[in-house]
């Protein structure tokens, strides 16, 4: 049995300030799958950018192989703990 880890990037950085950096970072880590958010935002962010999940994603895979790429959609009580 094998372990695969994943992990979510926040899409609040454009390729050429580091965003694409991280999904890199997320590739050389090892990791299985890397997910993004789309139409959700953090109260930190809220005064700076937010990309799409599919423009984000689409453009991220272009670079790619292999894409294991993807949007990640929870059902709101996931997201609130409700």
């Known amino acids: 049995m094998s372990l695969r880890l994943s992990t979510v990037i926040l899409p609040y950085r454009r390729r050429h ?3 694409r950096s991280a999904w890199q970072r997320a590739e050389q ?3 299985h799958t890397a997910y ?3 139409h959700l935002s ?3 962010f809220r ?3 937010w990309f799409g999940a599919v ?3 689409r453009g991220l ?3 790619r ?3 294991v790429r993807g949007d990640l959609v929870l059902p709101l009580p996931a997201v609130t703990g409700a």
């Open 17 to 19: 300030e580091g965003g």
């Open 61 to 63: 895979n272009a670079e």
């Open 65 to 67: 192989r292999n894409p």
């Open 36 to 38: 993004t958010y789309d």
């Open 29 to 31: 880590l090892g990791f």
């Open 42 to 44: 953090w109260r930190t």
């Open 55 to 57: 423009p984000t994603v």
């Open 47 to 49: 005064e700076g950018p």
